[in-house]
């Protein structure tokens, strides 16, 4: 990944970063930092880039043209096709979390505009930025420690920065929880010793007691987290009921990568921050209705277009950052066609969730076996699901899922007797 920062100040976001993991980083060229400076642009041979405001006011802002040439220059050394975005620092952005990183890690160049003084010429912002980030609700002398701070924590999801990838995967915010205490030599110290279950060699006990450290530590210190949290578990315990048909929603939520976008009764919005995937679904079975709701609270079927537009999810042209779109619980094509259209999606299929239920890899002599019985009743992709799909999603901690075309063949004896199921009713797959 490589990150460019347009500053006053480069040399403060070189020897800021030059350090620790991302310093490491940086040598092993897991990462770039391209620090630019802005003076650098200034048609002024005394290198001045700010002027006063109109309609008077205090302070000085950066001028629009300086942070222009100084973008178009750094656009010339970004090759095209790359996934880029241009992030300027400032108290009126969105707040800066870790759900925000797992998004802008997935780009291959990240640019940076640093604010100073008052900030910049709102016409340049308006022509450039992508993005308007904040890291919390003061004001400080410039955009620069912001820009480290963000640089840092995004870095750190890049493979191979922390050395042990699940360090990323468990640090705090995952799945909604704070981080649980860690300990390490002496064994007692100030006559304070360490638990005794992290010396058990225990696996299990030891995970089950992180986890209950981490709720409770998340309760204390994050009410907000911790609300979160138990809607998840909420939902999840849901789903668990109901997981043939809602499998892949479930995926997520287990590894604490899914997030509640809209959860209005029986109506289910949710997306997986890590593919940029989401979810609708509107269940209206009985069995499911009788777990989530009273016979009063449950909604009508409501148009899924209609419901992201009510919820603020759709507005205009805007366009979620959305690579996949799955519908649950519709069989409306044309509307699912509406939909795609407006996330800016291109590809609309009618498909059925195949789910392999067994926590267990198959053996290597039952996959042979059953491919031989199928050889000529199946796509090569659902064979392909089958030899490497089910091994590596189980590896994953998933529950190995595929999406299989309506008009292909689905042999359901063979497939059933192998532990994989048909999830009832039809899904809308929009990619």
């Not at 096709?81 to 400032?90: N, S």
């Not at 160049?109 to 308007?132: A, M």
């Not at 911790?226 to 892949?248: F, G, N, S, T, W």
Request: one cysteine or more; proline letters at 5%; a negative charge.
């Amino acid at each position: 990944m490589q990150f460019h920062v347009m500053t006053l100040f480069p040399e403060m976001i070189a020897q800021g970063l030059a350090n620790s993991i991302t310093g490491r980083a940086l040598r092993e060229k897991l990462i770039s930092l391209n620090c630019v400076n802005i003076r650098d642009y200034s048609d002024n041979r005394h290198g001045k880039v700010d002027d006063y405001s109109y309609g008077g006011g205090a302070g000085m802002l950066i001028q629009a043209e300086p942070v222009y040439q100084c973008y178009q220059n750094l656009l010339s050394q970004i090759p095209d096709g790359h996934k880029k975005r241009v992030i300027y620092v400032t108290p009126q952005g969105r707040p800066f979390c870790q759900e925000i990183a797992e998004e802008l890690v997935k780009n291959d160049d990240l640019i940076f505009l640093c604010g100073h003084y008052e900030g910049v010429d709102e016409r340049v912002l308006e022509e450039i930025v992508t993005d308007y980030v904040s890291i919390g609700d003061y004001v400080l002398t410039g955009g620069e420690l912001p820009a480290m701070v963000m640089i840092d924590t995004i870095a750190r999801l890049v493979d191979g920065v922390l050395g042990n990838d699940a360090s990323a995967e468990i640090e705090s915010f995952h799945g909604k929880l704070l981080e649980y205490p860690q300990f390490t030599r002496p064994e007692v110290w100030h006559d304070k010793a360490v638990p005794s279950v992290l010396l058990s060699g225990d696996a299990a006990r030891i995970k089950s007691w992180r986890i209950k450290e981490s709720i409770q530590r998340t309760r204390e210190r994050r009410e907000d987290l911790y609300r979160d949290y138990c809607r998840l578990v909420q939902l999840e315990e849901i789903l668990l009921r109901h997981k043939r048909e809602y499998a892949d929603l479930l995926n997520p939520l287990e590894l604490g990568y899914g997030e509640i976008v809209c959860w209005d009764r029986n109506v289910i919005l949710m997306r997986d921050r890590r593919d940029q995937a989401s979810y609708f679904a509107h269940p209206t079975g009985d069995t499911f209705i009788r777990d989530i709701a009273t016979e009063d609270t449950v909604k009508e079927a409501e148009s899924p277009v209609d419901f992201l537009k009510k919820q603020g999810l759709i507005r205009g042209q805007d366009r979620p950052g959305i690579r996949r779109f799955v519908m649950h619980d519709t069989d409306d094509i044309n509307e699912a066609k509406q939909l795609a259209k407006l996330l800016g999606l291109t590809e609309v299929r009618r498909t059925r969730l195949l789910v392999y239920t067994p926590r267990e890899r198959p053996a290597n002599a039952r996959i042979r076996a059953l491919r031989e019985k199928i050889k000529d009743k199946a796509s090569p992709e659902m064979i392909a699901f089958i030899e490497e799909g089910i091994t590596s999603g189980l590896m994953e901690g998933l529950r190995p899922v595929y999406y299989l075309n309506e008009e292909d063949p689905f042999p359901v004896r063979e497939l059933e007797s192998f532990g994989i199921y048909a999830a009832k009713g039809p899904v809308l797959l929009l990619q």
